[in-house]
């Protein structure tokens, strides 16, 4: 009796060793909200085909950096500006990185509101109910709205009829719901909606460019799958599918 008990007790011990050994490899990731939705589908396809589950902070770049720098759990950065990444760089948080993507800077409407507008001048109409955009101090999306409007001399005219967001989905959001008439998003987030209309891009040359830069931190240069992840993302399949949501291929 001793004998088989010992024997089930042996198998039972091996059998949990082997569940274990099954267990997905966690990757933490932070990303840019306006990547909310094609990550999000990204996220579905590549967790059926390997054996690892995504774990995604959506938020501000800026927010999302400060918390990469206070010790969050973090593998991958996925940046709406060059700048936010650069600062983990100099802090030596960065093992390397590579711009994965690229944005349109656009301003959206509510329905109501959308056949009296057709460009960036419109802005100053004095009927416009509220103009949200991001923080410029910690939304990428805000602080290209802030060059936009400064290089086009509209800031004074505008800022107080401003409501800001904490990230450009909330803007979005703002929007959507007609809590203002106007704000100022990416093209992917104007795409993915379809309770705004979208009026009009960013003059050329108004705004720095729109890069999403993609960065493996120095705290998972040693783990496998974030590295795969890594390489992955910058893959076609992957590209192609950011791609529909309105993004173009980093340079």
Known sequence: MKKWVGLILLSTALTGCGSSGDEPEEIHVMAAASLTDALGEIQSLYEEEENVKLIINYGSSGKLREQITQGAPADLFLSASISDMEVLEEEGDVSESV????????????????????????????????IAMGQPESVPAG???LQAFESLEMW??????????????????????????????????????????MIASAPEG???????????????????????????LQTEEPIHMFETYGFEQGT
């Open 99 to 130: 711009n994965l993507l690229m944005n349109q800077l656009v301003f959206i409407s509510t329905p109501e509101v959308a056949d009296s507008l057709s460009e960036w001048d419109d802005l100053l109409d004095k009927e416009i109910q509220g």
């Open 143 to 145: 602080r290209y709205s």
């Open 156 to 197: 004074d005219d505008l800022k107080d009829n401003v409501i800001y967001g904490s990230d450009v989905r909330q803007v979005l959001t703002y929007v959507e719901t007609g809590n203002t008439d106007v704000g100022i998003v990416y093209q992917t987030d104007a795409l993915s909606s379809d309770k705004v209309e």
């Open 206 to 232: 108004s705004h720095d460019p729109i890069h999403y830069p993609i960065g493996l931190l120095e705290s998972a240069s040693d783990k496998d799958a974030a590295v795969e992840f890594y390489q992955y």
